[in-house]
């Protein structure tokens, strides 16, 4: 087993190799990788600083997790302050399906750093940006997505062809292409980013994130893209100056109808077509209302508002949505500081317990804790919510929508979840999927005499005083497909490599890009049927001319092939073929190319029939539990995943560094990265059920 993981690791490891640089085809020479931050900063604040001081330098220079090591650049410190002042972005286009409340799954576009191989950080909303007021910064955006997108840089100040305006400013960037955004960051503040391309509907589909411009500091080392949004532990320094604690908050509603069509269609025709010109925006109706992705009992979870009595928290709103948020704060009356990134002179600042947030805008609060009876009126749990009574519910089912709550020291349960003083008994309910699909008395039935399976009976059958009803209700369509089950039941093994040594050689030359695909497709291989014979070392030479990057896989194939080659790049790695006639699926491993063309086979010998999973778009039928063994890369525990290198898991899948979903997510409570584990996986939801620390790093 150990053997077969380190073969992978190796194959892994040539993959990345060979796709190690970034280069841009339209851009000049500049924008190769240069050196990470300068290591005299690193010492300098280091030296200087104090233990918030090393924790910050220490954030600044964390990997993400499942994102290239490149994906945020910090080049040269142009002002000799010991930070940098050149910072580069590489953001993808990716699919990506999420639970936003229990049961409901929903498909979203999203910016995600650029991701690696084996795993993509992306996560609803895309990713908060963070720079310093004088950076140069820039954005490249790969549009590794089927449809054409833009950046807008919303709020800043930029040069005009840097705007993002399709046909206005600029091209859309066409699938497959690559466009750098540069500007210098103005006027600190909140702003925010999104993409421009069919405006009505791209930034509702989650193409959108929060922008931070950071006022000057000497060392002010901060981490500059968290994935998704919320808390900011690493404060910068001068919000450090005046606040304890800091939080992005996102908030958006939208309108399941337009987010199931990515999810109902295949074809990237149909998708525009159903999206672009059957979807009428203006007669939408918002039913899910997300904080930060995610939508109760899950933001009570992901998007607490953790605090201590005295402290005063920055708050920085931005409402992504097509709808105003009034947001209420419970017991608590904060004070705006800044409205869409300027700062309200002093004299103007309102307290209040309500604010409108419009679509577009940013509202900066500080929000202070304690008990002074004024601005706060003492500890506990206080619900935080956009007042605008639709937002309190999933598709018309209360409590749910954006309710988070301002959390005190102290309140916060072993199991993530805020202290209810009936002991968890009322948070329960909301985990279940039922109870949102109407399924559950909102009540306890005891109050009626009765119990939930004898709930409907016995009232009278004939019609209501004044006549019948025609109540609204939420659509009870049939389930979409799940999306974000296909990657785990994809990457089952089919065959294991030859385990002797191989008897023949051979190189393939594979081509990959938009330039091959066939009408109805917008990515492909050429060829797309590979040959080879039994036990015979086959090199893969990937000739990638698109502008972003392709990962040719062979997930049934044990140990795993994959092949990463970011631009326009010639790339190579090996592998062995099975001692057996048979037909291996393989396909681009980025999410939704293979859906839009990019997928092939691998024929050893004779051939035989097609070995690959079926696209699994509704919950298996697999009962079984399987059991690996591996490492943990690292955890997030907000989106409740965890991303292990694991060894083979018999019948499963091969070797390799995945990502899986965690039920409960209070499973990645005290993982550390670097720990070995032992974990079983659920063969129906493809998410890890039990984790069990065999070596721990601490
Ligand atoms: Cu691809």
Known sequence: MKTRGHA??????????????????????????????????????????????????????????????????????LDGDGDAD???????????????????????WVFAPMGTSMTSPARLPSPTLRVEEGDVVEITLYNTHYLPHTIHLHGTSQPNNMDGVPHMTQDEVAP?????????????????????????????????????????????????????????????????????????????????RLNRIPAAYTDPREVEKRMHRDYDSTQRKPDIFL??????????????????????????????????????????HPTVTDLDGYPVPKDARITRDTFDVGPGQRVDLALRTGNDGFYAAGPGVWLMHDHAQPAASNKGINPGGDHTAIVYDGFMGEDGLPKDPSGHAGHELYFNPDYYKGKIPVFDPAIFGTTVENYEKGWPLTPPAGGAFNYPVRDEASALPRLDLIDTERHRPVASSCPQRPRSKRQIVVKAGRQYARPGEVFAFEPRELHAGRCEEVEI????????????????????FALNVVGPKTASASFVTPDEDM?????????????????????????????????????????????????????????????????????FMAAMEMSFPVTPPSLLNGLNAGDKIRFSIDGASSAIVSIEVIESVK
């Open 86 to 108: 050149e910072i580069h972005f590489h953001l993808e286009v990716i699919e990506v399906q999420e639970e936003v409340y229990p049961g409901e799954f929903v498909t979203f």
């Open 541 to 560: 030479v990937l000739e990638n001319t698109d502008e972003i990057r392709h990962d040719l896989m062979i997930p049934g194939l044990n140990p795993v």
């Open 176 to 256: 497959g292409k690559a466009f750098t955004y540069r500007f210098v960051a103005g006027a600190p503040g909140t702003y925010w980013y999104h993409c421009h391309v069919q405006d009505q509907v791209h930034p509702i589909m989650g193409l959108a994130g929060m922008l931070i411009i950071e006022p000057n500091r000497a060392h002010n080392h901060f981490a500059h893209l968290i994935p998704g949004a919320g808390r900011i532990t690493s404060m910068s320094k001068s919000t450090r100056e005046e606040y304890q604690n800091e939080y992005s908050l996102v908030y958006m509603d939208i309108d399941d």
């Open 291 to 332: 904080l930060n992705g995610r939508s109760f009992p899950f933001t009570l979870r992901d998007s607490p508002i953790l605090v201590k009595p005295d402290e005063t928290t920055k708050l920085r709103v931005l409402n992504v949505g097509a709808r105003t948020v009034y947001l209420h704060t419970h017991g608590h």
């Open 583 to 651: 037909t291996l699926f393989l396909h681009c491993h980025i999410p939704a190319h293979d859906k839009v063309g990019m997928m092939g086979k691998l024929v050893v010998g004779k051939g035989g029939e097609l070995k690959a999973a079926p696209q699994l778009t509704t919950l298996s039928k697999d009962r079984k539990p399987y059991r690996g063994v591996g490492t943990v890369v690292a955890t997030t525990p907000r989106a409740g995943r965890l991303i292990v290198n694991h060894g083979d898991i018999p019948g």
């Open 8 to 77: 992978a690791l190796i194959l892994i490891a040539a993959a990345l190799l060979g796709g190690a640089g970034i280069v841009v085809a339209h851009d000049p020479a500049d924008l190769q990788f240069l050196p990470k931050l300068d290591r005299f900063a690193l010492a300098e604040a280091y030296r200087r600083g104090g233990e918030v001081e090393r924790a910050n330098l220490e954030a600044e220079m964390l990997p993400i997790p499942g994102a290239d090591e490149n994906a945020v650049q910090l080049i040269r410190d």
